[in-house]
Nanobody, 125 residues
Framework: QLHLVESGGGLVQPGGSLRLSCAAS????????IGWFRQAPGKEREGVSC????????YYSKSVKGRFTISRDNAKNTVYLQMDSLKPEDTAVYYC??????????????????WGQGTQVTVSA
């Protein structure tokens, strides 16, 4: 059974950093494209960052480009999202998701098949 588990969320002050982890079980992450998504209260789920399984090309939304970095450690079957210079508007539940490899990298939630349960990120003074 395919399973994704996010961790690393929490409360951080504006300007701070967090690193989210997405650990997979039941399948090998490097055969899939992996995306990080977020959903704030009253808003639709949006794509934040995605990574291709073959060439590790990446996608970043305009709102996080230059502040967030996605990476994968295939030996640990884990994908990370390093979040720096956090802003209050980054507050949301963050989800990781997996889908079969394709090009260009998918970044729409409906394009992803397997989802974790989410981890809360709160940016507040």
């Amino acid at each position: 059974q395919l399973h994704l588990v996010e961790s690393g969320g929490g409360l951080v002050q504006p300007g701070g950093s967090l690193r989210l982890s997405c650990a997979a079980s039941g399948f090998t992450l490097n055969y899939y494209d992996i995306g990080w998504f977020r959903q704030a209260p009253g808003k639709e789920r949006e794509g934040v960052s995605c990574i291709n399984n073959m060439d590790e090309s990446t996608y970043y939304s305009k709102s996080v480009k230059g502040r967030f970095t996605i990476s994968r450690d295939n030996a640990k079957n884990t994908v990370y999202l390093q979040m720096d210079s956090l802003k209050p508007e980054d507050t949301a539940v963050y989800y990781c998701a997996a889908t079969g490899a394709r090009s260009p990298i998918p970044h729409i939630p409906d394009e992803y098949d397997y989802w974790g349960q989410g981890t809360q990120v709160t940016v507040s003074a």
